[in-house]
């Protein structure tokens, strides 16, 4: 049971073990200077006191090491700590959430278009005594492990995807690194893709893309209107079909309008039939 749980938390059974390790015990040699150095202090004192004092903020843990083991197995703080200054090295663990911007990565999709894709991770420290003795550097792992898994996952996606579901694929990059990271006591809790850059004659081409599908679009629109202002004028010229003045009464309309917009003298023909009308009067 305790060999399968092993395999499964690697980094738990490996903190386990150096956490006894530690435990065990400095042996002889290490009790001796241990000793001297208490004796050191007590003899300089109260010069002595200035360095036996570490302050730890409430951001920050301290991993203390004496001897080359850590004290405990376990980071100490906030507050302030006794430590001995002649055989203990204390190593202060920033807790608080840090960012840092990806450059650009020249990327080439799962359809063959080559794009530059930047991105911003968030990321923190939940386990002080694993970023310690695990990697010497936390920031540049956590940097470079982005940078190659952003290329890995962007190489499996199309364009297509790329443009139109970054919220998923931003999820689906910060679990990885998780993944990827807890065994160092690092938890990536954001990653935004801040641009996704794309070359000059691609662009060239979907902005022709999308000015043709808009053209298409208009001339529907346009070819629907005049279908709607074809069946209109039907139904008007059967409504004026029913009553031959109804048109010569829009004929005078149109003129009215026409003599409101432009200030001009206007000549029009007076149809016979109303001549008529009036000497019958």
Not at 18 to 44: E, R
Not at 242 to 254: C, G
Request: proline letters at 4%; hydrophobic letters at 45%; one cysteine or more.
């Amino acid at each position: 049971m305790k060999s399968s749980q092993s395999k499964l938390d690697p980094a738990r059974a490996d903190k386990a073990s150096k956490s006894q390790s530690s435990t065990a015990g400095f042996g002889c040699f290490g009790w001796i200077l241990i000793f001297l150095s208490v004796i050191f202090i007590f003899a300089t004192l109260p010069l002595s006191i200035w360095f036996c004092l570490q302050v730890v903020k409430e951001y920050e843990r301290a991993v203390i090491f004496r001897l080359g083991r850590i004290v405990q197995g376990r980071a100490k703080g906030p507050g302030i700590l006794w430590i001995l200054p002649c055989t203990d090295t204390v190593s202060l663990v920033d807790l608080r959430t840090m960012s840092f911007s990806v450059p650009p990565q020249e990327v080439l999709t799962k359809d063959s278009v080559t794009i530059m894709v930047d991105a911003t991770v968030y990321y923190r420290i939940f386990d002080p005594v694993l970023s310690v003795i695990s990697v010497i550097n936390v920031d540049s792992v956590t940097h470079l492990l982005a940078q190659t898994t952003l290329r890995n996952i962007l190489g499996t996606k199309s364009l297509s995807d790329i443009l139109s579901d970054r919220e998923h694929m931003a999820q689906e990059l910060e679990l990885l690194l998780f993944d990827a990271s807890k065994g160092w006591g690092i938890k990536v809790e954001r990653v935004e893709f801040k641009d996704v850059r794309l070359p000059v004659a691609l662009q060239r081409a979907m902005a022709a893309e999308a000015e043709a599908v808009r053209d298409a679009h208009a001339k529907v629109i346009a070819a629907e209107g005049e279908l709607n202002a074809s069946h209109a004028l039907k139904e008007a010229a059967m409504v004026m079909s029913m009553s031959p003045n109804t048109l010569q009464l829009r004929y005078l309309q149109t003129l009215s309008e026409v003599a409101s917009e432009r200030h001009s003298t206007i000549m029009f023909p007076v149809p016979i039939n109303m001549a008529l009308a009036f000497s019958k009067n």
